[in-house]
């Protein structure tokens, strides 16, 4: 038995090992209640015990296949609708994620992560509190602003989930077109952190097993959370994406403050 922990995962305990498991089920529950976070959380609690590149490195593969199962939940066809509805999003997105991704040295990653996190903040506790701000319809040059600003800050730091779903929530978009959108753009995202990775040695022998370990109890909680968002309303499907996203830039705010 020892052994195998020890091919499954590089310096754990059963108990940490246990534990991983419970936070990356808990992630994937997240994800498929609200579409996002799962990356937040799986890092965040597996960094509490292990070194960043290994927490990193489990990440991956558990990513790439939830964001692939969220982005085909309703087939092929729907997903490609997705894009084509948000095609300027995507497109615009993607150009300033990879050009930005050259000025990284130029911010200060804290001062990054607080301008992030802060517009986000208040964005979900003025949402929360009942002062709307909502999109009547897309509007192609607000819908390109808006991807130049999440591809700006994806390319700088790997974070674009929270300015993407503020865009959607303010469109009021339907709960099944918001799971899929954000599982298409996640999903091109993870394929280029696998890629990345493999590349840079994180993911590697000792480290796969760990990442492949982890994807059952991520699609297990998906499962688990799609359960329940089918079963919700739109409005509390809001509330419950609202009251995440603002987890989240308390997050992104923390860490530019103390880091």
Request: glycine share 14%; with cysteine; hydrophobic share 55%.
């Amino acid at each position: 038995m020892t052994e195998i922990l020890s091919f499954l995962t590089p310096g754990l305990s059963w108990g940490e090992f246990s534990l991983a498991l419970a936070i990356t089920c808990l992630a994937g529950l997240v994800k498929g209640l609200v579409g996002f976070a799962l990356p937040m959380i799986v890092v965040s609690g597996l960094g509490m015990f292990l070194a960043p590149e290994i927490a990193l490195a489990g990440l991956i593969l558990p990513t790439l296949v939830a964001n692939g199962i969220q982005a085909l939940r309703q087939g092929p066809r729907a997903a490609l609708q997705s894009i084509r509805r948000f095609g300027v999003f995507l497109g615009v997105g993607l150009v300033f994620l990879l050009a930005s991704a050259q000025l990284v040295r130029v911010l200060p990653q804290s001062a990054l992560l607080l301008m992030i996190g802060l517009p986000i903040v208040a964005f979900s506790l003025f949402q929360l509190g009942g002062l709307k701000f909502s999109l009547n319809g897309a509007n192609r040059r607000i819908e390109a602003l808006i991807g130049a600003v999440a591809g700006f800050i994806g390319g700088m730091s790997g974070i674009w989930g929270p300015p993407t779903v503020a865009y959607l929530t303010a469109l009021n978009t339907p709960k099944g077109e918001q799971m899929r959108v954000q599982g298409v753009i996640y999903g091109l995202g993870a394929v280029a952190l696998f890629a990345a990775h493999l590349g840079s040695g994180v993911l590697r022998a000792e480290t796969l097993p760990f990442s492949v370990t982890l994807i059952a109890p991520a699609v297990l909680g998906m499962w688990l959370g799609g359960w329940f968002q089918d079963r919700i309303e739109q409005n509390t499907f809001r509330r419950a994406t609202l009251f995440v996203l603002l987890i989240a830039g308390l997050n992104l705010t923390r860490r530019g403050l103390f880091g």
